[in-house]
């Protein structure tokens, strides 16, 4: 999970398994509205991302708020990954 992942990032298309599984062990370990963001501002499961201004309007939050939570989202998902064993960047 380099710094910017793909915007398809779960789309089974386009990774293998192990790569879609590898990513919701990582997206377990965050609380419910780092997940929403992550989710919402990649497209995982849709396949359509959204900027970060949109998925914060989603959310309901503002476009810096979006921001810390995707950031500290994304350290969270290394880490968790790390703890697994797993090399974030082995992860698409």
Request: glycine share 6%.
């Amino acid at each position: 999970i380099a710094g910017d992942w793909s915007s398809d990032v779960c789309s089974s298309d386009l990774f293998p398994s192990h790569d879609t599984k590898m990513i919701e062990m990582a997206l377990e370990c965050l609380s419910p509205v780092e997940q929403k963001v992550i989710y919402i501002r990649y497209g995982i499961h849709t396949g359509y991302p959204l900027s970060l201004a949109n998925a914060a309007d989603v959310v309901g939050i503002s476009r810096e708020r979006a921001r810390q939570i995707e950031a500290i989202a994304l350290q969270k998902m290394r880490e968790h990954l790390q703890t697994l064993g797993i090399n974030p960047e082995d992860v698409s």
